[in-house]
């Protein structure tokens, strides 16, 4: 079924406008609505890599977070985060994994990663003392065996947003919050630049095979940027934290959707 150019300025807007105001979804919501609108899945993550590219660096500017970089935490994270990119453009460019299998993929991460969302949602009801709680470091510390999982997390991380577009956000926003005493705040901060790093080599990998669509690209992401400055706005006005929770089970239903489709 072939759509009108208003449907994906309307989907990179409405996407845009979510990630602006909650910091959560991007790809886990952009990639499941653009197989479900026919576009076929390995072309579906490669423009949702461009997408995704663009709008976080442009919501890592408006956010203004670079004051809360951690250097010693990223390099804990980001150069696994890209051998594992490397290796899933491996498993993709050998037809490895492919098709319907990485449909099935891509259902069960954005399964786990709605779990993963409710489960902090609840958690973060439950604790509102984290950004000012003195347990909390300014600095990452590598205590104990904390940083070879860190290291393992960040390797299958970029395997993941290589082979689906998902999981730089959610997931090791949520493993290095549980693995480390580092203040939240900082955690977000250091994971948003994580995150646009491992969105633009994995977008450089999947543009050589022929998977980013760029004309799609162009109708999503211009509507996207103002989607996201829009959800900014708005987020200083209002708390967003019910959204946050109808969005991850709107992700898990999406999910659950595209494995069911599987069998």
């Known amino acids: 079924m072939m759509y009108g150019d208003?449907?994906?300025?309307?989907?990179?807007?409405?996407?845009?406008f979510l990630v602006g105001l909650t910091g959560i979804g991007g790809g886990a919501l952009m990639t499941p609505s653009l197989i479900l609108l026919g576009i076929g899945v390995e072309r579906a993550v490669g423009t949702d890599l461009a997408y995704a590219f663009t709008v976080k660096s442009f919501s890592s500017l408006i956010h203004k977070r670079g004051q809360?970089?951690?250097?010693?935490?990223?390099?804990?994270?980001a150069?696994?985060?890209?051998?594992?990119?490397?290796?899933?453009?491996?498993?993709?460019?050998?037809?490895?994994?492919y098709g319907e299998s990485l449909t099935a993929i891509l259902g069960i991460v954005l399964l786990t990663v709605s779990v993963l969302m409710?489960?902090?949602?609840?958690?973060?009801?439950?604790?509102?003392?984290c950004f000012a709680c003195e347990k909390y470091c300014e600095t990452f510390e590598s205590d104990g065996g904390n940083a070879y999982w860190l290291v393992l997390i960040g390797f299958a991380v970029g395997l993941l947003v290589q082979l689906t577009s998902v999981g730089s956000g959610t997931l090791l926003t949520f493993a290095v919050l549980n693995l480390t005493s580092l203040k939240p705040n900082r955690i977000v901060g250091t994971d948003l630049v994580t995150s646009t790093l491992l969105s633009?080599?994995?977008?450089?990998?999947?543009?050589?095979?022929g998977n980013v669509d760029l004309s799609l690209a162009f109708k999503l992401i211009p509507?996207?940027?103002?989607?996201?400055?829009?959800?900014?706005?708005?987020?200083?006005?209002?708390?967003?934290?019910?959204?946050?929770?109808?969005?991850?089970?709107?992700?898990?239903?999406?999910?659950?959707?595209?494995?069911?489709?599987?069998?």
Request: include cysteine; glycine fraction near 12%; aromatic fraction near 10%.
């Open 200 to 209: 633009g080599f994995a977008l450089l990998s999947h543009g050589s095979l």
């Open 68 to 77: 809360n970089f951690d250097s010693k935490l990223f390099l804990y994270t």
């Open 118 to 129: 409710i489960y902090s949602g609840i958690k973060h009801r439950v604790k509102t003392e």
């Open 79 to 97: 150069p696994p985060g890209v051998f594992g990119i490397v290796a899933g453009y491996y498993l993709l460019r050998e037809r490895i994994v």
């Open 6 to 16: 208003s449907m994906f300025e309307l989907l990179g807007l409405a996407v845009g």
């Open 223 to 263: 509507s996207g940027i103002i989607g996201a400055l829009a959800g900014y706005m708005v987020s200083k006005k209002c708390s967003p934290s019910t959204l946050k929770m109808a969005i991850s089970a709107s992700i898990g239903l999406a999910s659950l959707t595209l494995i069911a489709g599987k069998f």
